[in-house]
C-alpha cells in the first residue's frame, strides 16, 4: 500500500521573479509481512507548487517546472 507524507515546505523564486510555495512529498509502500508486521519502505521524493504544478530537480537547490519550463531556485532564508 502506497502512502505520501508532506515533509517539508519552502520558498522558491522563478526566471520571471515570481514567489511559489513550494511542498516536498515522499512516497512510502507499506508492506505486510508473512507474520503480520508491516515495515516501511523510502519511495520518490516529489516537489509541487501550492498552485499544482510539478517540479523536476536539477541542482542543488534548483528544480524546472514542468507546466513551464521554468526554472526556480530556492529561496534561503
Do not use: C, H
Request: aromatic share 8%.
Amino acid at each position: 500500500m502506497k502512502r505520501t507524507r508532506e515533509v517539508g515546505r519552502f520558498k522558491a523564486k522563478s526566471d520571471r521573479g515570481e514567489i511559489y510555495s513550494v511542498i516536498e512529498y515522499e512516497e512510502y509502500e507499506a508492506i505486510l509481512s508473512s507474520i503480520g508486521t508491516v515495515n516501511e519502505t523510502d519511495g520518490i521524493t516529489r516537489w509541487k507548487t501550492t498552485t499544482g504544478d510539478l517540479l523536476k530537480p536539477i541542482g542543488s537547490g534548483k528544480f524546472r517546472n514542468i507546466n513551464t519550463n521554468e526554472i526556480v531556485q530556492k529561496i534561503v532564508d
